[in-house]
T-cell receptor
């Protein structure tokens, strides 16, 4: 079945620097990859997603890239701000279903 | 749009009692709803998938007789934790998809269950 690995588990960056979080998936038929941001005790919030028919998607300071051949996708946050501090989860959809398999999460700390 | 609510937000119960958690899609019809459990500092683990009017599909290792799921309408799914024990204490989160942009799941705010 689908398996998603996420690295790093923790990431500290200075305010204004960029942050990159990487995920790999196992099922080459997976075609949808969302990223969620979760603050402590709150619900996961969708921040960006990408489908397998595109290689990159950008929304202001956030971008996601997808390499289908290598089966990995990455989240890029530029010009980080303290409010970007949270746990970020990648996910991959299980082919033929609407189910997600989540990565293990990355705790991002943006240092002011 | 795409708002999902969950009730209650927190519940404390005694061991052996049952607890019901409601998940509602407020501004869309949810063809599919999902229930997750999240332990502290861990990822979201899918427990089950429910479709309106049919039996839920449980993930491997999740006891269907302990975690009863009912999806009676296109806007409401309930999770009942039966005969709760301290090890059931966790953060339970539901999500819903509308079947239009069918892939996207919208999450509820979660329910913190503490079993004494």
């Amino acid at each position: 079945g689908e398996n998603v690995e996420q690295h790093p588990s923790t990431l500290s960056v200075q305010e204004g620097d960029s942050a990159v979080i990487k995920c790999t998936y196992s099922d080459s038929a997976s075609n949808y990859f969302p990223w969620y941001k979760q603050e402590l005790g709150k619900r996961p919030q969708l921040i960006i997603d990408i489908r397998s028919n595109v290689g990159e998607k950008k929304d202001q300071r956030i971008a996601v890239t997808l390499n289908k051949t290598a089966k990995h996708f990455s989240l890029h946050i530029t010009e980080t701000q303290p409010e970007d501090s949270a746990v970020y989860f990648c996910a991959a959809i299980v082919p033929g279903t609407y189910k997600y398999i989540f990565g293990t999460g990355t705790r991002l700390k943006v240092l002011a | 749009g795409a708002v999902v609510s969950q009730h209650p937000s927190r519940v404390i119960c005694k061991s052996g009692t049952s607890v019901k958690i409601e998940c509602r899609s407020l501004d869309f019809q949810a063809t599919t709803m999902f229930w997750y459990r999240q332990f502290p500092k861990q990822s979201l683990m899918l427990m089950a998938t429910s479709n309106e009017g049919s039996k839920a599909t449980y993930e491997q290792g999740v006891e269907k007789d302990k975690f009863l799921i009912n999806h009676a309408s296109l806007t409401l799914s309930t999770l009942t934790v039966t005969s709760a024990h301290p090890e059931d204490s966790s953060f339970y989160i539901c999500s819903a998809s509308d079947g239009l942009a069918g892939d996207t799941q919208y999450f509820g705010p979660g329910t913190r269950l503490t079993v004494l």
